[in-house]
């Protein structure tokens, strides 16, 4: 039995490094890299992240500027570059220690992911200076089609170098599986997955601290104290504890200098946004009239000549709004980009404005509506003419409108610098509906037609009950303390029914 017992326990021994073997082997086909062996944690993370085309049908190769095994130190330069087989659209995607998901590629400096096959791209950054120790990875996809980036990866991406997209890799993955497994198998593949580790911060000695200068754009020279030590982003090690001045200088771009504070055994962080030194262009215009006023972003700058082009001298490099502008001529206007050292030429064809006319409406009704074409012009005013301004030449419609009353059309013609007269009538229209009068002894009682409320009586004088069909109705009076009265009447089109109700007191 004990012989037994032991052969069980090899058994497990031998499966334990039978699995061992096969995650190691599948982890060297998928071309991860490590510097020590990987918690079961990590392998399970990297399953669950990699997806695999089993048939592809071209390639993405990615490699580190580092042998494998790579280790990297929070605020430590890291280059990774890739390699598609075929043209295509590459997106590649980092997973850090803390199981965020961030895009790198297309990035601010990348902005348009389409890469051509054998041609070798790089991707350089600095491993974030408060990383938590642990593993990353970077994966990528290859589509024939841009179907991972849209709109919203592009806002990102134009706001951000590498912007994060995503809290939880669960989530991420399970969204990315969806895209992606929804395509044919023939227009897409994945990279292998790329892994490294970021150690722990070493502390400077002591008496020293450490300053990190990154930038954007990157690139940018750093001078500490006047001296070069290297290109952003840069990690300087040792710096001496005390007041220090960092400079940072790139060719087109305004110099950046500050003072930092380096503490005992502390990491002091300095990022700089370069600002451009602004670069200038001209703008020539050619116009067919002279003496034409032209305008650069709202700013009188001066006037055109019909036998040779005018030039704008020292325009600042990017899109200016430019007006030109001259009296009897209709306004030319664009947008037009200026080229640092360059001439943008214009060529302008002002357009005679076409004169108009007006048309004078008398009406012998006020506060009639005015539509000219279609479009509400203004009101009418009762036995005195009202006049419609800048109106073309040609031919209009004009409507004259008011409740109560027939629409009034007419077309008219309209000539330039002239007044066309139109009197137009408004007859009422014709209604076909009838009233009832009623009279009654008593103030304050409650008139219903039809068992809907409409008035209360006046003894002094009846009470109209108007625009009602030619039919039956039952009139009804009611007021506490008299008995209620009820009678049905007819009306008559275009006809008046009198009443007369004598209410009675109720005697108790």
Known sequence: MLRNMLFQKRGKIFACIFITLIVFLWLGISGINFAQSP???????????????????????????????????????????FQASRDS??????????????????????????????????IEGLIDPHTRPGMEY????????????????????????MPEISKSYKTFTNIIKGIIISMPPTTWTSSNILGYTVRPVTPPPTNYGRIIATSQPQGAKVYLDNVYRGT????????????????????????????????????????????????????????????????????????????????????????????????????????VYVSSSKTTKVVVNLIKQAVDGSISVYCNQGNAKIYLDGSYKKRTSANKSVEITKVGEGYHELLITKDGYLDWTSTVMVAANQTYMVSAYLVPEISYDGSIAVYCNVNGAKIFVNGTYKAASSS??????????????????????????????????????????EMIEIEY
């Open 89 to 122: 659209f590459v997106t590649l995607y980092n997973y850090d220690t803390e199981g965020r998901v961030k895009i790198i590629f297309p990035n601010q400096y990348s902005p348009h992911n389409f890469v051509r096959a054998g041609q070798i791209h790089s």
């Open 138 to 161: 970077i994966q990528g996809f290859a589509t024939t089609t841009p179907r991972l980036i849209g709109d919203k990866e592009k806002n990102l991406i134009s706001k951000e170098f």
């Open 232 to 335: 952003t982003p840069l990690n300087l090690d040792r710096v001496a504890t005390g007041q220090h001045l960092v400079k940072l200088v790139m060719a087109g771009y305004q110099d950046w200098s500050s003072y930092v504070s380096v503490s005992p055994s502390r990491t002091t962080t300095v990022s700089a946004d370069l600002v451009p030194f602004p670069a200038y262009g001209s703008i020539s215009i050619s116009c067919n009239q002279s003496s034409a006023k032209i305008f650069l972003d709202g700013t009188y700058i001066k006037k055109t000549y019909s036998s040779r082009s005018v030039v704008l001298e020292d325009v600042e490099k990017g899109y200016h709004e430019l007006l030109i502008t001259k009296t009897g001529y209709k306004d030319w206007s664009k947008k």
């Open 460 to 501: 002094s004088q009846p009470k109209i009950l108007e625009e009602l069909t030619e039919k039956e109705y039952e009139i009804t009076l009611i007021k506490d303390g008299y008995r209620t009265w009820v009678e049905d009447i007819w009306v008559y089109a275009d006809e008046t029914t009198s009443i007369y109700v």
């Open 39 to 81: 918690s079961p944690e990590e392998v399970e993370k990297m399953k669950s992240i990699q997806i695999i085309n089993p048939h592809p049908p071209f390639s993405l190769r990615l490699w580190l500027d580092k042998e494998r095994g790579a280790t990297y130190a929070p605020g430590e330069k890291i280059k990774i570059s």
